[in-house]
């Protein structure tokens, strides 16, 4: 079965620098999660977009900003990088018309490295 | 107070015998409970969903669920090496679009 899609798998950046993060759900879901996850840390909500709209907010630094598409993808953009946006950034997609109760599915993740 | 404790520390199990993880929560109109297994530097991996009260199993996992006790947990019977992981609790927000709250993660050691 198709899984999440997440590009690129490993990133680094200099502070200061920007950072784009793709993420391509799971055929036919409609809702996208981006969490991020410091090391040794359990995942933290950033935001979420359903049906291309922002249907959620959480812990997501001003610098951060996201976006889904029309065919669902959506992208996290980062800017003015610091060391501690170094971590494990995953996308989850979800169906909320699916039948799944909207369980959410992870992708393998982009390690991001900030120097 | 964290949404979702778990507060054992590190398990470990030797092989074929019974893990027993614990998950609270505190949101009481939560409805939908999820366990995630994942490996170091991987991405959590979905292996049970659990609604209603009671128990669940599916092969080697089951999860119980208490909903009066807010209290959901997983037990790995037959623990193989394998089953080496953290293992996240995860309760979608009542208020928050279904955004996950996690467990810090218990992890769990199956000793061959």
């Known amino acids: 079965a198709a899984g999440v899609i997440q590009s690129p798998r490993h990133l680094i950046k200099e502070k200061r620098e920007t950072a784009t993060l793709k993420c391509y759900p799971i055929?036919?879901?409609?809702?996208v999660y981006w969490y991020q996850q410091g090391p040794g840390q359990d995942p933290q909500f950033l935001i979420s977009?359903?049906?291309?709209?922002?249907?959620d907010k959480g812990s997501i630094p001003d610098r951060f900003s996201a976006q889904q598409f029309s065919d669902y993808h959506s992208e996290l953009n980062m800017s003015s990088l610091e060391l501690g946006d170094s971590a494990l950034y995953f996308c989850?997609?979800?169906?909320?018309?699916?039948?799944?109760?909207?369980?959410?599915?992870f992708g393998p993740g982009t390690r991001l490295l900030v120097l | 107070q964290k949404e979702v404790e778990q507060n054992s520390g590190p398990l470990s199990v030797p092989e074929g015998a019974i893990a027993s993880l614990n998950c609270t929560y505190s949101?009481?109109?939560?409805?939908?409970f999820f366990w995630y297994r994942q490996y170091s530097g991987k991405s959590p991996e979905l292996i049970m969903s659990?609604?209603?009260?009671g128990d669940k199993e599916d092969g080697r996992f089951t999860a119980q669920l208490n909903k009066a006790s807010q209290y959901v947990s997983l037990l790995i019977r037959d623990s193989q090496p394998s089953d080496s992981a953290t293992y996240l609790c995860?309760?979608?927000?009542?208020?928050?679009?279904?955004?996950?709250?996690f467990g810090k993660g218990n992890q769990v050691v199956v000793i061959p």
């Open positions: 989850a997609s979800s169906s909320r018309t699916g039948g799944e109760g909207e369980t959410q599915y």
């Open positions: 949101d009481r109109v939560s409805q939908s």
């Open positions: 055929p036919r879901h409609d809702t």
């Open positions: 659990i609604y209603s009260n």
């Open positions: 977009f359903y049906e291309k709209m922002q249907s």
């Open positions: 995860a309760v979608p927000f009542s208020y928050g679009n279904n955004r996950l709250a």
